[in-house]
T-cell receptor, first 112, second 114 residues
Framework: SQELEQSPQSLIVQEGKNLTINCTSS?????LYWYKQKYGEGLIFLMM?????EEKSHEKITAKLDEKKQQSSLHITASQPSHAGIYLC????????????FGKGTHLIIQP | GAVVSQHPSRVICKSGTSVKIECRSL??????MFWYRQFPKQSLMLMAT?????????EQGVEKDKFLINHASLTLSTLTVTSAHPEDSSFYIC??????????FGEGSWLTVV
């Protein structure tokens, strides 16, 4: 089965600074999803990447999928308190009909 | 706004009773929905895939007789925890795949069994 490893596990960043979260897969990624969660609440969809080398941006968040489709990064520029939360990467096995396997998450804390 | 809705958001039930959690896709049809469980400070674990009009597919180690899944329509899947025990207390969350492969999650449901 597919395993996703996220790093770092937790991250404390001063407000205004940039940060990067990584997600590495043991297998080729057919679809890589990034979500944000506040513990005990639902997941907020951020972005989905499917093609090798793909990059998407939304507001101050940019996600990339490498050419080999085994690693993705999430980059936040000029972090704000609203960015605090748990970031999860999830991936399917392929075929479009599978549930997602998730990494363990990265807990992001923004210090004022 | 939310595209996948769960109800109830919190439920407390007595040990031995059953409790039902609903997952609805609000503005799209979902032939497939997914149910996850999340333990405190851990990631989400896929429990089962809910298929409209057919039996659910359960992940290894998930008791299908305990976690009954019914996908009665293209916008509704239900998870029933039968004969609940305190160890079933957890955060349960569903998701649905929208066209274009985007997967949206519900708000989650906290189950406490006392």
């Amino acid at each position: 089965s597919q395993e996703l490893e996220q790093s770092p596990q937790s991250l404390i960043v001063q407000e205004g600074k940039n940060l990067t979260i990584n997600c590495t897969s043991s297998k080729t990624l057919y679809g890589l999803y990034w979500y944000k969660q506040k513990y005990g609440e639902g997941l907020i969809f951020l972005m989905m990447l499917q093609k090798g080398g793909e990059e998407k941006s939304h507001e101050k968040i940019t996600a990339k999928l490498d050419e080999k489709k085994q690693q993705s990064s999430l980059h936040i520029t000029a972090s704000q308190p609203s960015h605090a939360g748990i970031y999860l990467c999830g991936a399917g096995e392929g075929g479009g009909a599978d549930g997602l396997t998730f990494g363990k998450g990265t807990h992001l804390i923004i210090q004022p | 706004g939310a595209v996948v809705s769960q109800h109830p958001s919190r439920v407390i039930c007595k040990s031995g009773t059953s409790v039902k959690i609903e997952c609805r896709s609000l503005d799209f049809q979902a032939t497939t929905m997914f149910w996850y469980r999340q333990f405190p400070k851990q990631s989400l674990m896929l429990m089962a895939t809910s298929n409209e009009g057919s039996k659910a597919t359960y992940e290894q180690g998930v008791e299908k007789d305990k976690f009954l899944i019914n996908h009665a329509s293209l916008t509704l899947s239900t998870l029933t925890v039968t004969s609940a025990h305190p160890e079933d207390s957890s955060f349960y969350i569903c998701s649905a795949r929208r066209s274009g492969n985007t997967i949206y999650f519900g708000e989650g449901s906290w189950l406490t069994v006392v």
